[in-house]
């Protein structure tokens, strides 16, 4: 059972259109899950004007301006790199706020990998960037969808947080 209604998603976009605000995301492995959560609202396209996809490092550089030295350091499925696609997304589509992901969805490359689940998301938004690592289980699309799922909990909270 899904936590994001879509009553909540529109609270969501509410708060960003009565502040005359817009949103972005950077996704990774959710591959555009979280922008077409928004756009599931209709509507959402008076704040939602940018999605980017970046599935691969040179994506990620070269859309959402992730410094090469930070995925070569930290790798792309670090707490650095979320929160580099979250400024950096903010900053590439001229957004107020914007949502990053990347992770591990799976399968894991062999018996001894622990890294299939392991997701960090980002958040921009007035100048402050908030990261969560987060460790889902089960199948690859129950990660992808748990992510969204906190990704937009984490949007909804920045916001919040920022007051008026």
Known sequence: MSKITDDFVASVLDLLRKRGET??????????????????????????KRAYVTYC?????????????????????SAQTAAEMASGGAAAAGADACVSATGYAGPASGPDDRTVGTVFLGCYYRGETAVQEHHYTGARNDVRRQAMEDALLLLDSCLRAAGS
Do not use: F, Q, W
């Not at 550089?61 to 790798?75: D, F, I, K, P, Q």
């Open 23 to 48: 949103v972005t995301t950077v996704e990774s492995l959710t591959a555009g899950m979280i922008s077409s959560r928004l756009a599931d609202i209709p509507g959402s396209s008076d704040v939602l």
């Open 57 to 77: 490092d040179e994506a990620k550089h070269e859309m959402a301006g992730v410094s090469c030295e930070t995925l070569r350091n930290y790798t792309a499925v």
